[in-house]
């Protein structure tokens, strides 16, 4: 008998890949624009591409490392929650 599942399902049902996925927004653009910094001030800080950095902006990443978040906090002086946000009743978009 198996401790883990062969899927990502967990004890409160199946995982929904993508569209669990699309209900986490990321709040960069605001906060760019609350500290009046652009994206390529941002990049430089951070050591982050532009392109990478619009794709995250953008709410296209499908993924984050914690280590890059944390750059990303230090630079923008926020914390996770104030970059990322949860919405479970709708699929999330970029907001600004």
Same mark, same amino acid.
């Given at each position: 008998?198996?401790?883990?599942p062969d899927?990502?399902? #967990?004890? =409160?049902? @199946?995982?929904?890949? @993508?569209? =669990? ?12 624009? =609350?500290? +009046?910094?652009?994206? #390529? =001030? ?12 619009s794709v ?11 280590? #890059? ?9 926020? +914390? ?17």
């Amino acid at each position: 008998m198996k401790d883990k599942p062969d899927d990502d399902s #967990t004890a =409160e049902g @199946p995982a929904e890949g @993508p569209a =669990e996925a699309a209900a986490i927004a990321i709040r960069l653009d605001a906060l760019l624009s =609350e500290r +009046q910094m652009t994206l #390529t =001030e941002l990049s430089d800080r951070v050591g982050v591409t532009i392109v990478n950095l619009s794709v995250l902006k953008n709410g296209r990443a499908r993924a984050i490392r914690f280590s #890059t978040l944390a750059r990303l906090c230090r630079a923008l002086d926020c +914390q996770p929650g104030d970059l990322l946000s949860y919405h479970a009743d709708q699929p999330a978009r970029s907001s600004g």
